[in-house]
């Protein structure tokens, strides 16, 4: 849905909302935010001035982003290397080790990587002291600590669900009432209000799929659509959530006032919303 009607207001060339009153305020006034707006701009970013006498040079962003990009399968085929038992060819063992690698370590490995490969470019041109880059990078590392300790909340009110068994209770209670017709497309919608609530797509996904799944076992329901319920709406919420990371970095990255941008995007995605739910009923209907 988000890439149909992306593509529809591509080729009608037709806005609605705030996005309209902006387009027209800067086709009339040349002005690229409204009055009082403030820009999304990260001061760590945007107060480093460019080093004097020094040309720049664009390997210095390619070669760190490619050591990222190649390290992730190296680092999958790492961890998951062990957890695999002999294979024919050597290909082929890398090629399992890289299905049963770790995923978030592969990650952390690859992103550490990349950061001492800027290092050493950066200190070897004088660009940079080591004191100062890795100043920047714990200042990198403290704007995220915010998400980290909300996706730890997330994942331990996950861990008590389960341990106290409330999907279980949940649709044990709801089983006499609710039809599991309606299931999909209730999950969506509570899964959407959580992830806007929390900002987080993994939060949710920790929190419904404990309780979504064993509703879905117990009212009969299709299972695997229900799980698409589940992240569908945690990915919707998280979008159109201004506290969420996805919708900050979006606003920082085009260097918009964050509320602007959420109040621009919303009807677009509430429209995306509503057809959504509206699909999910039909199908709990014409599946279960």
Request: proline content about 3%.
């Amino acid at each position: 849905m988000a890439l149909i009607i992306l593509f529809i207001v591509i080729v009608s060339k037709r806005d609605i909302g705030q996005m309209r009153k902006a387009e027209k305020r800067t086709l009339e006034t040349g002005m690229l935010m409204d009055e009082g707006s403030k820009p999304m701009i990260s001061d760590v970013i945007t107060s480093y001035e460019p080093k004097k006498g020094i040309k720049a040079k664009s390997y210095n962003m390619v070669v760190p982003l490619l050591t990222m990009v190649v390290m992730m399968p190296v680092n999958l085929a790492y961890t998951g290397w062990s957890k695999v038992e002999s294979s024919n060819s050597f290909w082929d063992h890398v090629t399992k080790a890289i299905g049963n690698g770790s995923g978030s370590s592969s990650v952390l490995y690859a992103v550490i990587t990349s950061i001492i490969v800027a290092m050493i470019l950066y200190r070897s041109q004088g660009i940079m002291k080591l004191k100062e880059m890795v100043d920047l990078t714990l200042k990198g590392i403290s704007e995220l600590m915010p998400l980290a300790i909300l996706m730890l909340l997330a994942f331990a009110i996950g861990d008590a669900c389960n341990a106290l068994g409330t999907g279980q209770f949940v649709a044990n209670w709801s089983k006499d009432w609710l039809s599991p017709q309606f299931l999909p497309a209730l999950v969506f919608v509570i899964s959407s209000f959580i992830a806007f609530s929390t900002g987080t797509s993994w939060g949710t996904f920790a929190i419904m799929l404990a309780i979504s799944i064993p509703m879905a076992n117990i009212h009969g329901a299709e299972v695997t659509l229900v799980i698409a319920a589940t992240l569908g709406g945690g990915i919707f919420g998280d979008h159109c959530s201004p506290i969420s990371d996805t919708s900050i970095i979006s606003s920082m990255a085009s260097a918009s006032d964050h509320i602007d941008h959420v109040r621009t995007q919303l009807p677009y995605a509430l429209i995306g919303g509503i057809i959504t739910t509206a699909l999910y009923l039909i199908l709990g209907f014409a599946l279960i």
